[in-house]
């Protein structure tokens, strides 16, 4: 069986997870061998599982300068980051009647829930987004979603949260050329959201900051495939 996705399992921050942002959308039965359909804007193809995927996707606004097919790029890239590492199941709504056993670590979760998609279409889906090191990173963690015994993609209802102290952040370009363009981060932190304000931080005894900064690489490629995002730290 094949691990595809990291998760952290945990049960901390829960409160803080956007999960009331997502989309209650469900999947018809009747997509399950459906291999490609049309998207809505550009009469572009995608896979059913890659329009399923974005008919729930949010996240915040990307980086102005980059193109219209870039900025999209970025959004595909949070929300994958964001259902890996923070929420499970891409939006979908998990359906009790659903569930299986039938895959490799299901003595330590339990059950996983069933999709009408192949572990495949997670694959190649992820592909059309991420190389080198941004692909990866996703690669070599364990995982959230499994591979079923008759190949079909099953995920676990985990999460373990957004990270609460995160405030805002804002981007800048690095550096530009027709195959690369670098760019940071500057993520704003703050222990308002807990503590109310700094005086109640410092009589609580906390160590650290009250407030602080960090800073986030990215990285897209242009490939012989169109445009990748090879490198990208998430802020959440």
Do not use: H
Not at 106 to 135: C, H, K, R
Request: aromatic share 16%.
């Amino acid at each position: 069986m094949k691990k595809f996705i990291p998760l952290i399992l945990s049960a901390s921050f829960l409160a803080g997870c956007a999960a009331g942002e997502q989309s209650s959308g469900k999947t018809d039965p009747g997509q399950t061998e459906q291999t490609a359909q049309e998207t809505e804007n550009g009469g572009q193809e995608v896979s059913a599982f890659a329009a399923e995927v974005e008919k729930n996707m949010f996240g915040e606004e990307p980086p102005e300068f980059l193109s219209e097919e870039n900025q999209r790029l970025f959004e595909k890239a949070e929300f994958i980051t964001y259902s890996t590492f923070v929420m499970a199941g891409f939006g979908m709504v998990p359906d009790q009647n659903r569930t299986t056993t039938d895959f490799e670590m299901s003595e330590n979760f339990g059950y996983a829930y069933e999709t009408n998609y192949m572990y495949s279409d997670l694959e190649d889906y992820i592909a059309s987004v991420f190389t080198g090191e941004a692909l990866e990173n996703l690669k070599q963690n364990p995982g959230s979603y499994y591979e079923t015994g008759d190949g079909r993609l099953c995920w676990i209802d985990g999460a373990r949260g957004t990270n609460i102290f995160y405030v805002d952040k804002t981007f800048e370009l690095v550096s530009e050329t027709d195959d690369k363009i670098e760019f940071k981060a500057i993520a704003n932190y703050s222990g308002e959201y807990m503590y109310g304000s700094e005086k109640e931080f410092i009589n609580s005894g906390a160590e650290g900051p009250y407030e602080w900064s960090e800073e986030y690489n990215f990285e897209l490629v242009n490939t012989d495939d169109g445009w990748r995002v090879s490198k990208f730290e998430y802020w959440k």
